[in-house]
């Protein structure tokens, strides 16, 4: 089976930086991916990683670490507009059956 | 390029009628994937097609089925409703580039209230 886990929330300051973690067990590995979901909104898109490393996106950061099963998603310089749940998600076959966890809430504050 | 379209936005039905939601693609993407949203499950994934077929299916009652047809739309079926089943419904579609990459594009969702 699939098992995602994140912190249910987390607060942070404009201008700073803060670090989502998310630790995932899966019976397979296609992907990790992070989307954004702004409330009463959908989600997008934000980064996919499937090798270890880290990707960089501007302000946005991905890392991944297969052998532990570990992702955390970086956020740089904060603005209010990112305050919004953040949720992570593995692909454990072909095609696009996402596994999400339960999303982080980001409370950006002036 | 317009987006995921999903129809209706809201509706409301009472335990044991049934209900079908509907999602047009972005043009051009071929998979489409529903995802059920609640406050205390998240996001679960219901079933994904590509090209007219059922290509994965999740872990939900024979009461939700699906199909896809040949211009890429969609529908979703829930019969026999349930109060759990209230929910926000979700349809993502991805593009060719990204059929196997997990980058979904998702529509507003249909919100569905069971009484």
């Known amino acids: 089976g699939q098992n995602i886990d994140q912190p249910t929330e987390m607060t942070a300051t404009e201008g700073a930086i803060v670090q989502i973690n998310c630790t995932y067990q899966t019976s397979g590995f296609n992907g990790l991916f992070w989307y954004q979901q702004h409330a009463g909104e959908a989600p997008t898109f934000l980064s996919y990683?499937?090798?270890?490393g880290l990707e960089e996106k501007g302000r946005f950061s991905s890392f991944l670490s297969r052998s532990k099963g570990y992702s955390y998603l970086l956020l740089k310089e904060l603005q209010m507009k990112d305050s919004a749940s953040y949720l992570c998600a593995t692909n454990n076959n072909a095609g696009n059956m996402l596994t999400f966890g339960g999303g982080t809430r980001l409370m950006v504050k002036p | 390029k317009a987006g995921v379209t999903q129809t209706p936005r809201y509706l409301i039905k009472t335990r044991g009628q049934q209900v079908t939601l509907s999602c047009s693609p972005i043009?051009?993407?071929?998979?489409v994937s529903w995802y059920q949203q609640t406050p205390g499950q998240g996001l679960q994934f219901l079933f994904e097609?590509?090209?007219?077929?059922?290509?994965n299916k999740g872990n939900f009652p024979g009461r939700f089925s699906g199909r896809q047809f040949s211009n890429s739309r969609s529908e979703m079926n829930v019969s026999t409703l349930e109060l759990g089943d209230s929910a926000l419904y979700l349809c993502a579609s991805s593009s060719p580039a990204g059929v196997n990459t997990g980058e979904l594009f998702f529509g507003e969702g249909s919100r569905l209230t069971v009484l």
């Open positions: 097609y590509f090209s007219e077929t059922q290509r």
């Open positions: 990683n499937v090798l270890d």
């Open positions: 043009s051009g993407h071929r998979s």
